[in-house]
C-alpha cells in the first residue's frame, strides 16, 4: 500500500522558510503609466532595464492553453536542470535521504545527487532497456524522496511501458519525476494528461529540443499545485530573465512552424535509420522515440575518433552500463545526415 505525504517529504528547512519577497512579488497590480520607484533599477527605458516577472505570467497562460494543465501546475526553470535541481533542494536532505536513478541514463540525476550530497540508488534497466519494477520497489525505503524516469530514456532512445510506469507511481512513497524532454518525438501522449491522477507526480519538459530553443535555457516542471507551491518557495525570484520569456512566448505562438519542424526530423531520423541499416560495422541500432539513434558499433572508440577526424562529432556513450560500444547520434538536417552516411560509409 502506498505511503505518500506530500508535507512529511518537504525538508524541515523548507517547510519552515519565509521565502524573499522581492519588489515586483510585493506591488503586482501593474499599470504601465505608474511610476516605479521601488527596485532601484535604472529608469532609462531599453527594453530590458526592469526586472521580469517572477512569476512568468503571460507565458504560464500560454503554456497552460497548450498543455491544457492550470498555471498554478506550472513552475519554469533555467533549463530542466534548474527544475531538477530544485527538486533535490526542497525534498532531500542531504546525508539522510536518497533518489533513485534507472542507468543508462541522463548524467545530470547523479551529478545533482552528488552537488547536494544525497545518495544515489541505481537499479540498472533490464537488457531490453525496460524498467526492474519490483528491483527499484524493493531498493526504496523511508529515506527515498524522488525517482528519476527519463522517458524516453536518453541515451538508449525508448519509451517505458505505461504499465510500468504506472505501477511505480502507485506504489513509490515519494515523488515520481518522469524527464519528458524528448516527448515531442515520440507517438505517445504526455503524462500531463494524467497529472490529476497521481499526487506525487512531477513531469519535466524543456524547450532546448523539439522546440529548437536551447540557447533561452528553459525548462518546465507539471505538478500538483501543492509541489509546485513548494518549488516556489525556493526558487531564484527572478530566474526566468525577460528575453527568454519574450522569446518563449513568441516561439509558443508559431505552433504551426513547430509541428512542421518535428514531422520534419521525425521523417529525417527514419530516412537515417534505413541507410545505417547498410554500414556493416554498425551492428545493431535501437528503436527510438527521440531525436537520436543509439548504435552499437564494432569499435566506438575508434569510429568516435575516425567521424572526429572527418569534421563530424557524435556522442560516445560507452562508459554507461549496458551500452558497451555504443555510439549516439542526433538526428540534423537532410544535408547533415546525408554528409555522416557518406562518412560512414567510407571508413
Ligand atoms: C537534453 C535533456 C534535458 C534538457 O535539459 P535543459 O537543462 O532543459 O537543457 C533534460 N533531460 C534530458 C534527459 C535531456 O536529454
Do not use: H
Not at 97 to 120: F, H, Q, R, S, W
Not at 268 to 293: E, G, R, T
Amino acid at each position: 500500500m502506498q505511503n505518500f505525504n506530500l508535507t512529511n517529504l518537504i525538508r524541515a528547512n523548507v517547510k519552515n522558510l519565509a521565502p524573499y519577497s522581492s519588489a515586483r512579488d510585493e506591488f503586482t497590480d501593474f499599470d504601465a503609466k505608474m511610476i516605479f520607484l521601488d527596485a532601484n533599477e535604472n529608469p532609462f527605458e531599453t527594453g530590458i532595464n526592469r526586472y521580469p516577472d517572477p512569476q512568468q505570467k503571460s507565458l504560464k497562460v500560454k503554456l497552460s492553453e497548450l498543455k491544457g494543465v492550470s498555471s498554478d501546475s506550472i513552475l519554469l526553470g533555467n533549463g530542466s536542470d534548474e527544475v531538477l535541481d530544485l527538486l533535490f533542494r526542497a525534498f532531500c536532505e542531504p546525508y539522510k535521504d536518497n533518489v533513485i536513478t534507472l542507468p543508462p541514463t541522463y548524467g545530470m540525476y547523479k551529478v545533482l545527487a552528488d552537488i547536494n550530497a544525497v545518495e544515489n540508488r541505481e537499479v540498472l534497466l533490464m537488457n531490453d532497456f525496460s524498467l526492474n519494477v519490483s528491483e527499484i520497489l524493493r531498493v526504496q525505503d523511508a529515506n527515498s524522496k524522488l525517482l528519476f524516469i527519463c522517458s524516453p530514456n536518453n541515451p538508449t532512445g525508448n519509451l517505458f511501458s505505461e504499465k510500468d510506469i504506472s505501477q511505480l507511481i502507485r506504489s513509490f512513497n515519494g515523488l515520481v519525476v518522469i524527464d519528458e524532454a524528448y516527448i515531442d518525438f515520440a507517438n505517445s501522449e504526455s503524462w500531463i494528461n494524467r497529472l490529476s491522477e497521481f499526487e506525487n507526480l512531477v513531469i519535466t519538459q524543456t524547450f532546448s529540443k523539439a522546440y529548437g530553443m536551447a540557447g533561452i535555457r528553459l525548462g518546465i516542471c507539471f505538478a500538483s499545485s501543492k509541489i509546485i507551491e513548494v518549488l516556489n518557495k525556493i526558487k531564484p525570484p527572478y530566474n526566468i530573465n525577460k528575453l527568454t520569456q519574450e522569446k518563449a512566448l513568441s516561439i509558443l505562438n508559431k505552433k504551426e512552424k513547430l509541428e512542421n519542424e518535428i514531422n520534419l526530423l521525425k521523417a529525417n531520423k527514419d530516412n537515417l535509420l534505413k541507410q545505417l541499416l547498410q554500414v556493416n560495422w554498425i551492428q545493431k541500432i535501437y528503436p527510438s522515440s527521440a531525436n537520436f539513434l543509439l548504435l552499437k558499433v564494432d569499435n566506438a572508440a575508434k569510429r568516435y575518433k575516425q567521424l572526429i577526424d572527418a569534421g563530424i562529432v557524435v556522442r560516445n556513450r560507452s562508459t554507461q552500463p549496458l551500452c558497451e560500444n555504443t555510439l549516439r547520434i542526433t538526428v540534423g538536417t537532410k544535408e547533415e545526415n546525408t554528409k555522416l552516411i557518406s562518412v560512414l560509409q567510407n571508413i
